[in-house]
């Protein structure tokens, strides 16, 4: 398929982009909520057939495809996983079954630890799907703030990019100035601090680009106290964890010694209070709080996608208890089976022997019930049953 062109506007494209993605993962019901909240949003046109709408195919396509891959790797590396080694069972009287059947109490433990497995697997996947139905709803959100404030964040941009590549005076001094210049109301402060806490926490930025960004952040931070700017303060407060948190894990730590010297600074100057330092100074304990939060504040999106996992966690957990209670009944009807010892005692001594035609042969042992000895219809039915359920639950291990 050739791809078809994209916008030249980058944040409509990195809308398109991240909507393709989060669709391709959790199904056209997610297109249809967005279609109906988005209805009246122009810049959500290329839904409804408008501008972009191949090149928005175009990425679905290729999200879902990739989606596909990486769901067939999965299965075949846990194909390959090892079952854990299995704890010494208690000497008692194993269960008949036929040789290379695993014993009932094995194939229980196989089929507790092939649950764990997956849902460990699918709190992965929720973990993922949260944190993007999350970065979505930020990113929608800013479109709406940028089509009511018409900031050129292409002009930002121009700005940031000699602060990136050389971080001189002159350079942060223009990034500062039109910041202030632009700081116009609570919403212009927000997209421009939103801007620069996506740039900075964006993955595979590199350390001279977050680096240099915090110390157009901290040059701002000083004047924001010096003229008062109250606005433009709090809308760096709402992002200054993320930006921090991020910067510093990211780096070994020669470098987080010189993102920690502008906390230093920050806590002298006052630029935030004690709860926000404390975040700062415990940086993965600061973004998991973060996190949570922004969780708790996008609730509406992120409550269908733990939803819909916990969904497919209990119908495993269901499937288990039903295979091991199963099994359990199997068992005990084995154990009802009186023992081959009794039926061959009570099977009744042989006659005198009596006048018989010659060509009768002599017959074959049998027991009360007329089956083998080695192996009853109710020893087979239920070794048989045993085999299949370990075959349909297991499916993996084959």
Sequence with gaps: MEMPLPPDDQELRNVIDKLAQFVARNGPEFEKM?????????????????????????????????????????????????????????????????????????????????????????????????????????????????????????????????????????????????????????????????????????????????????YLINDVLHHCQRKQARDLLAALQKVVVPIYCTSFLAVEEDKQQKIARLLQLWEKNGYFDESIIQQLQSPALGLGQYQANLITEYATVVQPVQVAFQQQIQNLKTQHEEFVNSLTQQQQQQIQIPPLENEVKSTPPPQAPTAAPASAPPSAPVTQAGTNLFWGPQQKSVGSKIVRFFFFFFPLLF
């Excluded at 810049?43 to 090149?55: A, I, V």
């Excluded at 109301?185 to 926490?201: D, F, K, Q, V, W």
């Design 34 to 214: 967005t279609m109906e909240k988005q209805k009246e949003n122009p810049k959500f046109s290329f839904l409804f057939g408008g501008d972009f709408y191949g090149y928005y195919k175009y990425k679905l396509a290729l999200e879902q495809q990739q989606l596909l891959c990486k769901q067939s790797q999965d299965i075949e590396a846990t194909a390959q996983i090892q079952p854990l080694p299995q704890p010494s069972l208690p000497p008692a009287a194993p269960i008949p079954a036929p040789q290379g059947t695993p014993s009932v109490e094995e194939l229980i433990q196989q089929s507790q630890w092939n649950l764990q497995q997956q849902e460990q697997h699918l709190l992965a996947m929720r973990q993922e799907q949260v944190t993007s139905a999350v970065a979505l709803a930020i990113e929608q959100q800013m479109q709406k703030v940028l089509e009511e404030t018409q900031l050129d964040m292409n002009e930002f941009d121009n700005l940031l990019q000699p602060i990136i590549d050389t971080c001189t005076k002159d350079a942060i001094s223009a990034g500062k100035n039109w910041m202030f210049s632009n700081a116009k109301s609570p919403a212009h402060c927000e997209l421009m601090a939103g801007h620069l806490r996506n740039r900075i926490t964006a993955e595979g930025a590199h350390f001279e680009l977050r680096l240099h960004l915090i």
